[in-house]
């Protein structure tokens, strides 16, 4: 919103990032250029550090003082990004004509223009091979083999994502329906809809993914593909 936070208004409430350098300047435009494509208002303020003044005594450690207070970020939603593995930093999207370079003609018509493949045409929708999925245009990891299970839809199904930051979801309104969107996080890649109250899913939650969105890596490869950190996911 702007010039708001809850229930205060005015111009020194406008949401803002920062930054300090030009690596930061680089990371801060990328992020904030992917949530103003997904936003119809974005009010968020961009640009260098000018001036910084520490905030009175009774502001620091806030929540530790006021563990009820109104507009933060949920100390159940800090303590999630803290446990956090995979840095959407890691995994930046290319420039428009580079990745219509490096996709075939269907992955570019569902990333890019929110396509769906036909059912049961994909390459993935009855692969059960022990692995990660990753964004095909990013490579930023999405899916793990662990999380796939047999659904009649036709299309690969997961009962959820690696990391749940790592897919954003998003109300999808065409086709006179109401469902959905799931996009991938770094690449804002088309992924496919996600469903409650499926008979099918281990915990009725169905991520319906499109195969064109996805490249799988097996296991076998993950350490020299450079996702060893994620090995963890098998150990259970």
Known sequence: MQNRQ????GSQYQTGVYFTN??????????????????????VEIGPLKNFYP??????????????????????????FSRLRIDPGDYQKPA???????????QYRVTQESGTERAFTGEFWDKFEKGIYVDVVTAEPLFSSTDKYESGCGWPAFTKPIEGPAVVEKEDLSHGMRRTEVRS?????????????????PNGVRYC???????????EKMETEGYGYLLYLFEK
Do not use: W
């Open 22 to 43: 030009e690596s930061a300047r680089e990371t801060v435009k990328r992020i904030a250029e992917i949530e103003r494509g997904r936003s119809e208002k974005f009010f």
């Open 209 to 219: 993914i499109n195969s064109a969105a996805l490249r799988f890596v097996p296991y």
């Open 96 to 106: 428009a004509e580079s990745i219509r370079d490096k996709l075939t003609a269907e």
């Open 55 to 80: 905030a009175e005594e009774y502001h620091q450690n806030y929540l530790e003082k006021n563990p009820n207070g109104y507009c933060h970020i949920p100390r159940t939603e800090m303590e999630l």
């Open 6 to 9: 809850g229930n205060d208004r």
């Open 185 to 201: 996080r770094a690449g804002d890649s088309h992924l496919g809809h996600v469903f409650t109250g499926d008979p099918e899913s």
